[in-house]
């Protein structure tokens, strides 16, 4: 019986695992840290004493990979949102506050209901999506639209950084237009927002341990892969930290680790070197709040793009953010309270317990140039498969594209 060696248990890797445990093949599993997770994980901060994530994420109900993975390891109830597809948003400039709002049915006439779409905006300036189907591989967000200031200033500019993290000015065309076909032209069904409920842990990666577990499947924390050796067009070893694990004729290996060490242990792949940071905000509240019975609110006008709310923890979330990630973690605090505030409508109250989480290098570039340089997942070794954000699966890198990268690569390694 051959065994698949996924290399990697952060989102992409587990993804790879469930997908191959749910089709009866062996699975070992070897990862460098002390836990599971990757960037997809929550943890336990002293200082808050409560658990978070150590990054949000907003999901939508048609994130049909998603929705797959967690009907796998049986936790798709675990995630929560409005009944309805309904995405508020503050403008913390003005105080403006508006919500968009999808209808059911695949023919979107919300367009056309000033109550439903962004204050200001006409249909026209939703209907310029579809100049997005026939962008180039070199076009922008930017290129593409040619839209009203308030569409591009409140739809347009936070959905491009919320999908790719990256601006209107930079981000490829190409990647933004799978998402508008796979959820906004899909109707309600499709758009319904949604989040972790207890968090990502909780939802995604304790409980695809818990199926790994009962599969039989061999888990290794503490296991940094040091050397990949190869013969021919066949990986033949694993050279591991504290072992050293021979693959047989008929193993398979699935590498869901980062470009950048990808590259570094094969140099005959290439793949995008540029990277954008994310900035995530903590806070302790004085008390457990929702805005409006929502657990999420789109912030426009400020410096933070989304809050998160979980009882009596603000989460806050500044996507493209490689300035305000070199700042002292002090003052990012400060500027992201200020946001918090306006949108609770606190006034003055003061900077309470905190926690920055900075991820310098959150995502590849979403933009172009580097989009170009996504690899595929098969690679010139026929026992060899490549998993992650990074990999061209040709969706950004999201929760949806990370699951989707992984049981692609399951998929190849399934095959005879």
Partial sequence: MKTVHIIGAGLAGLGAAVRLTTHGVRVALHES????????????????????????????SGNFTVMEFLDAVGSRD??????????????LATGARWAVRPNAGR?????????????GTSPGDYLAALRLARAGKDDTVADCLNVSRAARHNFWEPLTIAVLNAGIEEASANLLWPVMTEIFGKGAKASRPLIAREGLSQS??????????????????????????????????LDLVRERIVIGPDDRVVLAIPPMPTMALLPEIKGPEATRAIVNAHFRLPRAMEEDGMPFLGLIGGTAHWLFLRRDIASITVSAADELAEKPNEEVAAILWKDTAKALALGDAPLPLWRIVKEKRATFAQIPSQVALRPSPRTQWRNLFLAGDWINTGLPASIEGTLRSGFSAADLALAP
């Fill in 33 to 60: 840290a002390g836990h599971a997770g990757g960037r997809c994980r929550s943890f336990y901060d002293e200082t808050l004493d409560r658990v978070i994530d150590n990054g949000n994420h907003l999901l939508l």
């Fill in 78 to 91: 675990s995630l929560v949102g409005p009944q309805d597809p309904v995405i508020p948003f503050v403008d």
């Fill in 107 to 119: 023919l979107p006439w919300w367009i056309f209901a000033p109550s439903r779409r962004v204050p």
């Fill in 204 to 237: 995604f990666i304790e409980p695809a341990l818990r199926l790994l577990d009962r599969a039989g499947a061999t888990v290794r924390f503490n296991q940094r892969l040091r050397e990949i050796e190869r013969d021919g067009d066949r990986v033949t070893a």
